[in-house]
């Protein structure tokens, strides 16, 4: 976590930055700028001596207020020691744009891994930390400061089966009437209903019944991604690699409804917690191809995944509100990494679910990105209290998971 203390000199203002300067320094640093602001100091200096770690994201903000500081008529400086971020800063030429003064202090380590367990690596770290990355993630930024995305519309039958999922009083009836009109999400619903995956020893021949199978929330869910799939979001020219987003995202879905069930939480609020985890992911592949000309070579997929990665969280927040999702699938969508689920507070338990399901996709769709070692070592399986045989039965059901895949790409 960033800690930001400040100092004034007349009218020279020092702020001191400690800790990780990435997406979460994002609002404590911004609010710090705008408190250095008010004393109207003709400069402000940013010491990044004690910073253990940057990435673009980091840049990116140093960019912002740099801009922010110099439409106010304030200088703005950083200070530095020789060492990590020196090099970084270095390699993405901000000093082209803020001035740098090297300080001859303790230079800060090397960046630390993110917690996890016995120090293993849980995902691939950004792999472009340039001057281009930066340059494609300050469009970024600005828009989370300003919450002026270009939010796709949602279809008619995606919002009202989105608000079902927040009515108490909602009713099967509702729901059926809303899916039945469309006969491609119907069969896709019977398909899944009555695949081996769910054990059915006899025929669905109802959507009803369907429902009352797989649970109201479920339903919905599965209507929501289904609709959303469809054409909401614009994957041009990434449309294998935007698939394999969604199967991971309907894979974390099932395994976060299966642990649900292991441990006795509701079932339909870890689906959709898990299901909408990552939706941020596919808003940003659809806004950058809002901004990027057709008649261009879309952009490298590691340089989109780096993008995806640095923002994914954010503006699936900001989706998730401006779409009004349960607040379940809410927190869990701002908190399901290894190293925030446990601050979650909604008794769902969506968050830790989400967090396990996730790595469970993951191992499931590609056993090199995490062992099984991996899986059992996590501190969220520790936390939820799986029984003994616990991660034993939910690994015996890849099969099944993957029927469930299957039967809901498009």
């Known amino acids: 976590m960033i800690q930001i203390t400040e100092r004034i000199q007349a009218d020279h203002t020092i702020l001191t930055v400690s800790g990780r300067f990435d997406i979460r320094a994002r609002q404590p640093f911004q609010a710090g700028i705008e408190h250095a602001k008010r ?23 140093l960019l912002l207020a740099h801009k922010n500081l110099e439409e106010a008529n304030i200088r703005f400086s950083l200070e530095i020691s020789e060492g990590y971020v020196a090099q970084i800063l270095a390699v993405t030429h901000v000093d082209d744009i803020i001035p740098i003064v090297v300080l001859k202090t303790k230079p800060a380590s090397s960046p630390p891994a993110e917690p996890s367990p016995s120090t293993i690596s849980l995902s691939s770290p950004p792999d472009l930390d340039s001057p281009e990355m930066v340059e494609l993630l300050l469009p970024f930024l600005e828009c989370l400061e300003k919450k002026d995305f270009d939010l796709p519309p949602l279809s008619e039958v995606a919002r009202k089966v989105l608000a ?9 009836e509702q729901l059926t009437a809303l899916i039945e009109p469309d006969p491609i999400l119907t069969a896709k619903i019977f398909k899944l209903t009555n695949s081996a995956a769910y054990g059915t020893h006899r025929e669905i021949e109802s959507l009803t019944q369907a429902i009352a199978w797989l649970g109201l929330n479920t339903v919905a869910g599965i209507a929501f991604a289904l609709a959303i799939q469809d054409g909401v979001f614009n994957d041009r020219g990434y449309e294998k690699e935007v698939r394999a987003l969604w199967a991971h995202a309907i894979a974390t879905g099932f395994y976060a409804k299966t642990l649900a069930d292991m441990i006795e939480k509701n079932q339909d609020s870890a689906f959709l917690c898990g299901l909408l985890h990552s939706i941020g992911k596919f808003f940003v592949v659809h806004t950058v191809n809002l901004s990027h000309s057709s008649s261009t070579p879309p952009l490298p997929w590691s340089t989109m995944l780096t993008l995806i990665e640095q923002s994914y969280v954010e503006v699936g927040r900001q989706l998730a509100e401006a779409w009004n999702f349960p607040p379940a699938v809410k927190e869990a969508i701002n908190i399901h990494q290894h190293y925030s689920y446990h601050l979650a507070t909604h008794p769902s338990n969506g968050a830790a679910l989400t967090c396990l399901a996730k790595h469970l996709a993951t191992y499931h769709l590609d056993s090199l990105a995490i062992t099984e070692p991996m899986l059992r070592a996590l501190p969220v399986t520790v936390s939820l209290r799986l029984p003994p045989d616990g991660l034993n039965r939910i690994l015996a059901t890849k099969s099944v998971i993957q029927a469930q895949v299957d039967s809901l790409l498009l």
């Open 39 to 61: 004393s109207n100091p003709r400069q402000v200096t940013l010491n990044l001596t004690e910073v253990s770690y940057i990435n673009s994201v980091g840049i990116g903000l």
């Open 164 to 172: 079902l999922t927040t009515d108490s009083n909602a009713t099967m």
